[in-house]
């Protein structure tokens, strides 16, 4: 692996360790040259399907547009990276599990949906917001009593 401090491609493994579920390892480096340390993080590269789009462009599914899209939707919320980590590991393993080569974006985005309504209701009401393209505010209301129908009729059944 290349060093980040001075570019060369020697170094040893000081510690390794595998993340909760086991997908991801965390190795500790040093660079044999400059004794610079580092982090690197190795995955395992499955094949993921393509996505279809609404305009019936296909794309390979990029984890990081979700995340940036999660991020943008959980700004100054309390929602931590590793959440955000965890629903997108979720979606890509329920898009692995499916076995498509081909997948609608539009699966991936009511997923999306319905993992941030689940853990924060205003990073899910901004996400909704943008992926659903409300056209005006009664559209946007209807929403947000949705959701508060739904919270009321879960308080009653508990």
Known sequence: MKCPFCSHIEDKVIDSRQSKDGDIIRRRRECLKC?????????????LPHVVKKDNRREPFDRQKILQGLEKACEKRPVSYETREELV???????LASGEKEIPG???????MNGLREIDEVAYVRFASVYRQFKDINEFMQEINDIVCNKKFDKKKN
């Open 106 to 112: 539009t699966l991936i985005g009511e997923q999306v």
């Open 35 to 47: 004794e610079g340390r580092f982090t690197s993080y190795e995955r395992i590269e499955n094949i």
């Open 89 to 95: 590991g979720k979606i890509e393993k329920n898009l």
